[in-house]
């Protein structure tokens, strides 16, 4: 069975600076999906990124980028410029590609963000 | 488009109640899952739907049923609510094999039961 683990429960950052995120986890497929949703006080679950596996690219959307290394099956987010509405619950999670398993995410504990004004 | 919607928002249940969770989605989705999120925990799958008519299992299973008899529709059904099902519950949909594989939540409902 695959697991996400997320070591850091909580993190802060000063606001304008850059904070990386970190994100571990355990498979034995080789074709997969990578997801970082961020949850705001709202509780709404927002796709901050996600990357596939078999893509050596790193995935950039805007100030959010990921450090993607597949060897060592870990994926981190970095925020850049981080901003007051960056501070949320950061969730990473896994998804298998395989046709029949891919209903399934299966997440990490979650991250605290604070931002500092 | 509404995407996924969850009703009701919020709800508190005496412990031996039953009450269903209703979830829907306008995106013509095949999978539909329901998740619940606990206090350090993350979020686990419940239940999870490949289509209408198919069902099946996640990792906390116990204590819930679902159906889904057409696409769009994939109700929660607590039988008989226990304090330890008290959580954050979200529905989530996403489209099948050949699809973007990203999965869209409802707004989610929060449960007590006292």
């Known amino acids: 069975a695959q697991t996400v683990t997320q070591s850091q429960p909580e993190m802060s950052v000063q606001e304008a600076e850059t904070v990386t995120l970190s994100c571990t986890y355990d498979t034995s497929e080789s074709d997969y999906y990578l997801f970082w949703y961020k949850q705001p006080p709202s509780r709404q679950m927002i796709l901050v990124i996600r990357q596939e596996a078999y893509k050596q690219q790193n995935a950039t959307e805007n100030r959010f980028s990921v450090n993607f290394q597949k060897a060592a099956k870990s994926f981190s987010l970095k925020i850049s410029d981080s901003q007051l509405g960056d501070a949320a619950m950061y969730f990473c999670?896994?998804?298998?590609?395989?046709?029949?398993?891919?209903?399934?995410?299966?997440f990490g504990k979650g991250m605290k963000l604070t931002v500092n004004p | 488009n509404a995407g996924v919607t969850q009703t009701p928002k919020f709800q508190v249940l005496k412990t031996g109640q039953s009450m269903t969770l209703q979830c829907a989605q306008d995106m013509n989705h095949e999978y539909m899952s329901w998740y619940r999120q606990d206090p350090g925990m993350g979020l686990r799958l419940i239940h999870y739907s490949v289509g209408a008519g198919i069902t099946d299992q996640g990792e906390v299973p116990n204590g819930y049923n679902v159906s889904r008899s057409t696409t769009e529709d994939f109700p929660l059904r607590l039988l008989s609510a226990a304090p330890s099902q008290t959580s954050v519950y979200f529905c989530?949909?996403?489209?099948?094999?050949?699809?973007?594989?990203?999965?869209?939540f409802g707004p989610g409902t929060r449960l007590t039961v006292t």
């Open positions: 989530a949909s996403s489209y099948g094999a050949g699809g973007s594989y990203e999965q869209y």
């Open positions: 999670a896994y998804r298998s590609a395989i046709k029949g398993g891919s209903e399934k995410l299966v």
